[in-house]
């Protein structure tokens, strides 16, 4: 089993910033990917980021690229997301996963593995 555990979540204004950790425990795999989903009430959950088991490729969804960056750090049990020029539809619970036969990235049914999720809120 896999145990991750988000946090770095909180009150943010309009343009402000916050960096999410991830962190990974439990059983190890030689590929992966680790990736950010978030949610708002009444959505679906939506790709945010995603970045390869070695650091090699890092993907984003056109609503945050430019805007957010995922890394990951400390022998592949950290992964973060630094978030910048916040805005107000950032607003969601975030949620960090883990796939472990990576294929399509930026699918959430495709991952094995999720935290209990931050919550993120981005004030006009």
């Known amino acids: 089993q896999v145990q991750l555990v988000e946090a770095g979540g909180g009150l943010v204004q309009d343009g402000g910033s916050l960096r999410l950790s991830c962190a990974a425990s439990?059983?190890?795999?030689?590929?992966?990917?680790m990736g950010w989903f978030r949610q708002s009430p009444g959505k679906e959950r939506e790709f945010v980021a995603a970045i390869t088991w070695n650091g090699d490729a890092a993907y984003y969804s056109d609503s945050v690229k430019g805007r957010f960056t995922i890394s990951r750090a400390n022998a592949r049990t950290m992964v973060y997301l630094q978030m910048n020029r916040l805005k107000p539809e950032d607003t969601a619970i975030y949620y960090c996963?883990?796939?472990?036969?990576?294929?399509?990235?930026?699918?959430?049914?495709?991952?094995?593995?999720w935290g209990r999720g931050t919550q993120v809120t981005v004030s006009s």
């Open positions: 439990g059983r190890t795999f030689s590929t992966y990917v």
């Open positions: 996963a883990l796939d472990r036969t990576p294929i399509e990235y930026n699918i959430a049914q495709n991952y094995d593995y």
